[in-house]
C-alpha cells in the first residue's frame, strides 16, 4: 500500500518523501528519517560539544573553587561561560531537531531516494545499478548509518548531501542514511531490493578489528556484489 501525503510539511509532494508518484511496478520497501538524539550525538557531535563546554565551565570556575570561595563567586564566575555553553548546546540540538524533521529516506525495489533540506528541500534519486556497495555503522540502541558508494560516473556534491554523507569523504562523497533504526534490519531490506533489481548476488560481510581499526567510520558490515 502506497504511503500518502497526509498532512506533513511538505504539501507539494504528490507522495510522502518523493518527487513524484512511483509508477505502478515500483513500491516502497522501507522508509524513514533519522532519529533526532542519535543523529545529534553521530552527526553534530553534541556529546562532545557538551564535554568542551563542560571543560570550559570547570576551567572558569576552578580559581574560584581552589580559592575556596562561596557559591556566589562560582556563579560570578561562569556567568559569561555557562549561558553561552546552554545556547550553543540548544541550538545545536535544535539543528538536529530540524534536520531531522525534514529528511526522509526511501528505499523502493528500484532505488533509494534522499529527501533532504531544511530551508530548500532537495530530492537525490539513486537507482539500485548505481549503487556498488553499503557500508553499515552501527551505533548505540540499534541505531546506526548505511552510507552508499557511487559508481565511478556518478558524484553528488558533499555540501548538498550533509550531514547525509560520509564524514571525510570530500572528493567522492558517499550518501549515507544517517541514524535510522534498526540498521541491520534495514540494511538487510536494502540488501534484498538491490538483489532483487540488479540480479547479482549481494556479500555481507562482517568486518574484522582489523579491518574496523583501519576504517575511519568503523563499518560493521559491508554490503557489495559478489
Not at 509508477?23 to 516502497?28: A, L, R, V
Not at 549515507?176 to 540480479?199: C, I, M, N, P, Y
Not at 548476488?201 to 563499518?219: C, F, L, T, Y
Request: aromatic share 10%.
Amino acid at each position: 500500500m502506497a504511503i500518502e501525503n497526509l498532512g506533513h510539511e511538505y504539501e507539494f509532494e504528490p507522495q510522502f518523501g518523493l518527487p513524484e508518484r512511483l509508477p505502478s511496478d515500483e513500491f516502497i520497501v522501507w522508509q524513514g528519517s533519522p532519529n533526532v538524539a542519535a543523529l545529534a550525538y553521530s552527526a553534530f557531535h553534541f556529546k562532545k560539544l557538551a564535554l568542551y563546554f563542560g571543560a570550559l565551565i570547570l576551567v572558569c570556575a576552578w580559581p574560584a573553587l581552589e580559592s575556596g570561595a562561596g557559591f556566589m563567586a562560582v556563579l560570578s564566575a561562569i556567568k559569561w561561560i555557562a549561558p553561552l555553553a546552554v545556547i550553543g548546546m540548544a541550538t545545536l540540538w535544535t539543528l538536529a531537531y530540524f534536520t531531522a524533521r525534514t529528511t526522509v529516506y526511501t528505499v523502493t525495489n528500484k532505488r533509494v531516494v534522499m529527501r533532504l533540506g531544511i530551508v530548500l528541500t532537495v530530492s537525490f534519486n539513486l537507482p539500485f545499478k548505481q549503487i556498488v556497495s553499503a557500508d553499515v555503522r552501527a551505533h548505540q540502541n540499534g541505531f546506526g548509518d548505511i552510507t552508499l558508494a557511487l559508481n565511478g560516473a556518478n558524484r553528488i556534491g558533499w555540501v548538498h548531501l550533509w550531514p547525509s554523507v560520509r564524514p571525510w569523504r570530500i572528493a567522492k562523497p558517499e550518501p549515507t542514511l544517517r541514524a535510522v533504526a534498526d540498521v541491520q534490519v534495514v540494511a538487510e531490506k536494502l540488501r534484498d531490493a538491490w538483489t532483487q533489481s540488479t540480479g547479482l548476488a549481494a556479500n555481507a560481510v562482517a568486518a574484522s578489528s582489523a579491518v574496523q581499526n583501519d576504517r575511519r567510520d568503523g563499518a560493521l558490515m559491508q554490503v557489495s556484489a559478489t
